[in-house]
């Protein structure tokens, strides 16, 4: 295990195992039957899986964990070190309809993806906290670069040199997407719920889970017992996801996550940004932030 360094694609830069078989990505076709969520790293992505998989087995956890991955959904990138299989291997296998994770920009998502109408889900949270959470992780996941002080890593994330580069770019692809097919199917209320990217926040989440349950739910055309949401509301409460061995990564060893730096279930909080950044760094972040989403109106919260 190696700390390798990034590689850009197309202008972004990604860990060298994927950008050294992107051409097997790129050409990556789903099913139309295919969901697919798509975060920046550390926004929320195993919560959301989690979520979707209790859904989809009407709230039966042991069900859940007859799935062919170790790790919930796979991923669509590859991961080559061992003992993270390749997401694409596990996609082979697997019938669809396939839940199906990727960091990818929107730019880079494979074209596949949109011209067979899929459903997609993203997931975003805060900068400031996404990117606390993502700095604790690139401590302890051997495979990332390292991350340095970590005043010089808000700086490498404002400059988007982290792995999946920017952030700002990729809340803004997502949703850029989103309001074109809101204009798109403005006479079609029903398609616009069904059809488009279903937009999500951390935030909303840990402020009202329920509600963002039973959002997801209506999404995938779902339809679950209340019983049932509030036990998939209990089962993805942070406490009973970090115990679980199917959602807190401990069948990634060492020397891939050491999770005696960081455990995977982190924190789980909104705010913990206040805990790292001084007012100086977080005016400087203010300030470059409004720049880099001038124009762009995501109704981000916790942010100041
Ligand atoms: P923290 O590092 O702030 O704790 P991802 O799954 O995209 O890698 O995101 C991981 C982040 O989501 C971590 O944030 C983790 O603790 C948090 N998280 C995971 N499950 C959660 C849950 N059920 N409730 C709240 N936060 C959760």
Known sequence: ISRFPLIPVRGVPLMCSIANNWDSVWSFCPDPADLLIATYPKAGTTWTQ?????????????????????????????????????????????????????????????????????????????????????FHFDCMNMTQPEPGPWEGYISKFMHGELSWGSWYDHVKGYWAEREKRNILYLFYEDMKEKRNILYLFYEDMKENPRREVERIMRYLDLSVSDEVISRIVELTSFKNMKENPMTNYSCVPPPVFDQSISPFMRKGEVGDWRNHFTPEQSKMFDEDYEKQMKGVNIPFRDLI
């Not at 209790?54 to 007859?66: F, I, M, V």
């Not at 299989?85 to 929107?106: E, Q, V």
């Open 50 to 134: 989690e979520i979707v998989d209790l859904l989809l087995h009407n709230g039966d956890a042991e069900a859940c964990k007859r799935a062919p991955t170790p790790v919930r959904s796979p991923f669509l990138e590859i991961f080559s070190p061992p003992p993270i299989p390749s997401g694409l291997d596990y996609l082979k296998n697997m019938d669809p309809p396939r839940i199906i994770k990727t960091h990818l920009p929107f730019q880079l998502v494979p074209t596949g993806f949109w011209e067979n109408k899929c459903k997609v889900i993203y997931v975003s949270r805060n900068a400031k906290d996404n990117l606390v959470s993502y």
